[in-house]
Structure formats: C-alpha cells, structure tokens
C-alpha cells in the first residue's frame, strides 16, 4: 500500500473505532471462544484486521469481566515455528499467532464461530506460559 491509500485506511479505520466505542453491544463471551472481533488498521507488524469491519477472528483467553478479555488472533496462512499453534476445530483449520496476545475491549466482538475443546486450550495455554519462560 502506497502512503495515500494508508493514509484513507486509516482514516477509515478512525471513524469506525467511534462508531464501535459509543454502539450498545454486550456480548456474553467466555474463555476458549473463537470470534470475529475489529481489531482495526495496527501499525508496523502488528495484526490488521481485514473488510470493511477490520475483522479477523481470534481466540478468547482469558475473561477479565464482561467488558475486557486477552485474545490472540489467528491466521488461515501456513505457518510454523514457536510463535504459532496449529488450531482444527469443527472443519475450522487456522493457526493461533502467540507472539500478537493482547487486551481488547468486549465491544470490538462481532459474532460467535465456535469453542476449542478444553484439552486444545490446555496444551495452547501451556505453549504460551513457555514463551515467557
């Protein structure tokens, strides 16, 4: 992307954030949940969401409360190495992106995929608390 089309993306991303802030969404969500949420047009490496919402899906980790959750994003691409878990639930094949683990806001969910069973979200949860070892 060239800095003009950027720039626009960003824009467009901005005035989506608003939008998002001030909606009336409560979602009931819990840990080992996958989701579209709008993760927004990120700077540099980090993960952008993609469409007109900024979506992409991610994997709920851990629930603060009704407001606030880590998730970490998946990809659909092929990837391997320590930063990535394979993930196959449901016909639902992606990778978990450990290295992009990060807080959002309840309010950035869009709709419910599906849930990992609690033996996948075990090993995951082990595979990450390694990372800071």
């Known amino acids: 992307m060239d800095v003009e089309e950027t720039k626009k993306w960003f824009e467009k991303w901005a005035k989506l954030k608003t939008v998002i802030h001030f909606a009336e969404r409560l979602f009931y ?28 899906p991610v994997l709920i980790i851990k629930k603060f409360n ?28 992606s990778r978990v992106i450990l290295s992009q683990l990060r807080l959002i806001s309840s309010k950035r969910l869009i709709r419910k995929i599906g849930i990992i069973p609690p033996k996948t979200f075990s090993l995951l949860t082990d595979r990450i608390k390694s990372l800071f070892n």
């Open 29 to 56: 969500f819990r840990e080992r949940e996958i989701w579209w949420a709008s993760l927004g047009a990120n700077i540099g490496f980090e993960q952008n969401g993609k469409n007109d919402a900024f979506e992409r």
């Open 66 to 93: 009704k407001d606030m959750a880590w998730i970490l994003p998946l990809t659909s691409r092929e990837r391997v190495g320590e930063y990535y878990f394979d993930l196959s639930c449901d016909g639902f094949n």
